[in-house]
């Protein structure tokens, strides 16, 4: 229902007579559809943040991937970096680029706190020890690795990327046995 506001704008809401259950929603028009609370409020503000799951010094908790790191960090940016973008970009591309800015600029330390404030919003991680721009820039390694083994926890496998881990999580799903089908009663 419309009604007329002078001022240009028009307001839109759900008749009394046609009650919504919480979650169902109609079909997407694009129009605005008031609801009681007319501020917005950012969701990802009201939910709790969790701690990470291991510590920023917890380098040596996984060797491997601390040498692999100290040695040649654009390899563990890059993995990182591919399952945080969800698939949308490579590992050889954000690795390479990460290699290509720490060499012209040296501070290869201002994209990858980039990966690290979106991977913190996607999982809801607490900002600790403090700010992620001030972590990469004076712990990248450091940084690099816990992300590493944050993933790892998660469930990923980093060596296969993004694509891989979902081609593994839908054959796990595939092989989850299912009861057999019973049909009811008997029939002739």
């Not at 046609?18 to 950012?42: C, R």
């Not at 040649?72 to 399952?83: K, L, M, N, R, S």
């Not at 060499?103 to 690290?116: D, E, I, K």
Request: with cysteine; hydrophobic share 30%; glycine share 8%.
């Amino acid at each position: 229902m419309a009604s007329f506001n002078p001022s240009g704008y028009e307001k839109f809401s759900v008749p009394p007579s046609a009650p919504q259950k919480f979650g169902q929603e109609d079909a997407t028009t694009g129009v605005p559809v008031s609801s009681s609370n007319q501020y917005y409020t950012d969701s990802s503000q009201t939910k709790t943040r969790v701690p990470w799951s291991s510590g920023l010094c917890d380098c040596f908790s996984d060797w491997r991937n601390c040498c692999i790191t100290c040695w040649c960090p654009c390899v563990t940016f890059g993995q990182i970096a591919e399952i945080v973008d969800k698939g949308s970009s490579s590992c050889g591309v954000n690795g390479a680029l990460y290699t290509l800015i720490a060499c012209v600029t040296g501070c290869a330390c201002c994209y990858s706190c980039f990966y690290r404030a979106k991977m913190r919003q996607q999982y809801m991680l607490k900002k600790h020890p403090c700010g992620d721009c001030l972590v990469h820039c004076f712990c990248e390694y450091c940084a690099l690795c816990q992300e590493y083994r944050e993933l790892q926890s998660r469930g990923y496998d980093l060596s296969i990327g993004w694509h891989g881990n979902m081609e593994k999580q839908s054959r796990e799903v595939a092989m989850t046995p299912m009861p057999p089908v019973v049909e009811d009663g008997m029939s002739r």
